[in-house]
């Protein structure tokens, strides 16, 4: 089996392109066949796997990045059942390394994905997106799609002077909770109606809707605890009614998974969600900031991730 190592030379303050010298070196004590595929400002890592998974034959992918490169990478791949996907983790919040269970000796995960078996397959959400400016965008995630504060911490931590600093002393995550304390005495609260498995609600004043196929998101956050990625259901938590000061005190149950039965969080389940808003609002997809709307639309793909770890 061929793999096909894809790497942005740049990921993790360039600690992705070290990690990849020393798993260059396993894959050939191993005695695989494999080529390195390194993404440009002209040819991102997206482009790359497109066009390595256009050929309609089965193909291996190692993404070495990560939860961004592995949002890319499946929006890039055009041919997903004739895909098989390795990653080796590299980047800020590893959330679904953490999700998966995966091993942190990077050798060893590397040894698991030249088994080239297919050991389990992940759900895929696409989230169509309605911008203020009239704009249409369409884009796949792995982890989560959120509305609101968790959009809004991510555009603030996008453009952060902190981020590069904390990356560089190992502290990459310190600058979520930074900026999600930001967003907690900014925000403004709007009108969102959320239909979804059949049902509709209106939730008057909602700070957050985040609609999750991982239990983990932004660096270890557990806003949807029963997520089961491989189940194709979303779970979806939404924090409505909350003051800011009660919003803050709830993050760190939040990251214990504990904040369920709080005044002002609601939980719904299905595959497919429709949020619209009476104020535009920040979205992401897996951290990858798309604007602000007041419409959103998300749905489950009916194919899945195919993977080697």
Sequence with gaps: MLYHI?????????????????????????????????????????????????????????????????????????????????????????????????????????RRILDGVVRRTADIGETTFYGEDGSVKVRRFNISSDIGFGAATCALVDKSKLKPILNRLGLGRGVYLVEAIRVCFTAKPAAVRLTCGGRTRLYKKCLCAIVMNHCHEGGGFRFCPNADFDDGQFDICVGNGLGKPEFLKMLPFAYAGKHLKLRGIYEQRGDKVVMTSDLPLWVHTDGEVLGRAKRVEIRMLPEKLRLLV
């Design 6 to 110: 894809v790497l942005n030379p740049a990921g993790a303050s360039g600690g992705a392109a070290k990690l990849c010298d020393e798993l260059l070196r396993e894959f050939e004590r191993c005695g695989a066949d494999f080529e390195l595929h390194c993404s440009t400002s002209e040819r991102g890592i997206e482009e790359i796997c497109r066009r390595l998974t256009s050929c309609g034959e089965e193909t291996a992918l190692v993404i070495i990045g990560g939860d961004g490169s592995l949002n890319e990478a499946v929006n890039g791949i055009s041919d997903l059942q004739h895909t098989a996907l390795g990653f080796v983790p590299c980047g800020t919040g590893n959330d679904m390394q953490r999700d998966m269970g995966l091993p942190k000796d990077s050798a060893a995960l590397v």
